[in-house]
């Protein structure tokens, strides 16, 4: 007998619900066994329901009478005294990272599978019955997540299956024919099929641009290579020529080669800050895919959905189009220009040695940078890059309506009923756009009573007061702040006074590779007021906002200040 519980493992004598070694084992009419105290709690919660059966959902119409088995319990004695198989092991149970089964009682075991339909996860043990019965066929089960609360409307308690293209959400039924009642919503299968198409695109464009640097970055490779031949070629010529002019040409041969070095070394330098320029784009580039292709190949549409980003246009690289291999003649003038002195000796070493120097120093291997292109001149030239912006309501403040199609913003004296988001805006009144922003772009504003017409990075601070917050306060915003009489930017909460005049639309115009960022005031003609020349280390997000002094004043005043993204004509 010993030699036989020897090889039966601790879970054949376990209980289903407790998952512990089986106390006062019984027996219910369906077979499966259970501790008494186990089964009697189960059904004790189970309300007012039918009793079932944990495992098998078999149910009976009264309760059944609980005898403990004594057969059962005499074997699981037996077996505790000639050893059962260990217990999980430590690495079977959820840890704090880990998504735990909803059904293991006491220390609970790591789920293998969550069920969108039961929203409840569940270890090997109690996903059985999805397996077993036919009830479970239709349930749809995807790995596990922590996240499955999500997919309740937490107004109606329901899952939600739809999507609400107007407000950009995710909703139950109950939504589409309540509050979002003559929104364009659809299912959140055919949105997520829509949105994976986007993915696909982009995913192309990406893989593309990958093909591209990494074809330019072997080009740059050979061109080091190029170099460094050339260099070390001119190098030997130059000393096999200075050693026959001994003693006399000996320092000179030593100013030619410490020349040469000092080029070479720039130019290689050059290349290497270009290849790695490209390399760091190969890598940003990887990146991106991976998520796109992390996020396509999640099961839950609504956690899809949910953590579907904007899809910003792909940024072209501002170097693989301005790469240009020079004809391959690097060094050779130099030795042609040492030879020269070799024969000219003294003479040409007091009159001619600028010739050595210059022609070391005129060696340009690469990389002619194209001219940027020039601002536009005029309004329709501005139009050309016109772009649609619209505000991410989970970054508005909630003094501030969103309305038009989340392109207008107005403040208001009492709060909004947004929901809470980690990138709402709680102490500054201002929004950001749901566009990242790129390349060459333009929009209008048009704006009412006193506001700041702004872009900033997208990690600004949301929870903090001024400076930390506050558009132009810090150093990853800029800001034009437009009062009734004038106008003043401000960067790293510096303060800059700028005359020009007064317009209700305001005129901002982004070169981000460049590091151009220019505000106009547009009134039939277009006025530059303000032009900034940085670098910027990020995407860029468009951003408006009212100042708290100006509130005070708004609180009894009129009109209320707004701001609105204009749409692109």
Not at 217 to 224: F, G
Not at 239 to 255: A, C, P, V, Y
Not at 355 to 360: D, F, I, K, Y
Request: charged share 25%; hydrophobic share 30%.
């Amino acid at each position: 007998m010993a030699q036989k519980g020897d090889q039966l493992d601790r879970e054949t004598f376990s209980c289903s619900i407790c998952l512990e070694v089986l106390k006062d084992p019984v027996a219910i009419p369906c077979g499966h066994s259970y501790c008494m105290n186990c089964i009697k709690n189960f059904w004790d919660e189970g309300e007012k329901k039918l009793p079932s059966c944990p495992q098998c959902r078999e149910t009976f119409t009264t309760r059944p009478a609980l005898v403990k088995n004594t057969m059962l319990a005499a074997l699981v004695e037996q077996l505790k005294k000639t050893g059962l198989q260990a217990a999980p092991a430590d690495h079977c149970y959820a840890g704090p990272e880990d998504v735990a089964c909803d059904f293991c009682s006491g220390r609970k075991l790591k789920a293998i599978k969550s069920c969108l339909v039961c929203l409840v996860s569940y270890c090997e043990n109690h996903l059985q019955p999805h397996h077993d019965s036919s009830s479970f066929k239709k349930h749809k089960l995807v790995d596990p997540s922590k996240n499955l609360q999500d997919n309740i409307c937490p107004r109606h308690d329901e899952v939600m299956k739809m999507f609400c293209r107007t407000d950009q959400k995710c909703i139950c039924y109950l939504c589409s024919v309540d509050e979002h009642k003559g929104h364009d919503t659809v299912s959140a299968a055919a949105e997520r099929t829509e949105r994976q198409r986007a993915i696909e695109v982009n995913r192309k464009q990406i893989q593309q641009q990958i093909q591209d640097r990494e074809k330019d970055v072997k080009q740059l490779q050979q061109e080091v290579e190029a170099i460094n031949q050339s260099a070390d070629k001119t190098v030997e010529d130059s000393e096999e020529i200075f050693t026959e002019l001994i003693s006399l040409l000996q320092k000179r041969s030593s100013d030619v080669k410490q020349q040469i070095r000092s080029q070479q070394e720039t130019e290689v330098r050059r290349v290497r800050e270009l290849e790695e320029k490209l390399q760091q784009e190969i890598t940003d580039l990887k990146r991106r895919d991976a998520e796109m292709k992390q996020l396509s190949d999640t099961e839950d549409h609504s956690q899809f959905l949910h953590n579907y980003p904007s899809l910003p246009p792909l940024s072209q690289s501002t170097h693989s189009s301005s790469i240009s291999i020079r004809p391959l003649r690097y060094f050779q003038d130099v030795t042609a220009a040492v030879s020269e002195v070799r024969g000219q000796l003294q003479d040409i070493l007091r009159d001619m040695w600028t010739n050595v120097s210059l022609a070391v120093t005129e060696v340009d291997v690469l990389l002619s940078q194209p001219e940027p292109e020039p601002e536009p001149m005029s309004r329709a030239g501005f139009l050309k890059y016109s772009c649609e912006i619209t505000l991410d309501p989970n970054t508005v403040n909630m003094l501030m309506l969103l309305s038009e199609e989340n392109r207008k913003v107005t403040f208001m004296k009492k709060h909004q009923s947004y929901s809470g988001h980690p990138d709402r805006f709680t102490k500054i009144c201002q929004v950001l756009s749901r566009e990242s922003l790129t390349g060459r772009h333009y929009w209008e504003v048009e704006k009412a009573g006193g506001v700041g017409v702004a872009v900033s990075y997208k990690n600004i601070s949301r929870s903090q007061g001024g400076e930390e917050s506050g558009f132009g306060g810090n150093d990853k915003s800029w800001s034009l702040c437009c009062y009734s009489d004038r106008y003043e930017f401000m960067y790293n909460n510096i303060r800059t006074s700028i005359s020009g005049p007064q317009s209700s639309r305001i005129g901002v115009f982004l070169d981000h590779s460049a590091g151009v960022l220019s505000f106009y005031s547009v009134f039939g003609t277009m006025t530059l007021l303000h032009r900034v020349q940085t670098t910027f280390t990020q995407p860029l997000h468009a951003g408006v906002g009212f100042s708290f002094p100006l509130l005070r004043l708004l609180m009894s005043s009129r009109p209320r200040a707004s701001a609105e993204f204009c749409k692109p004509k």
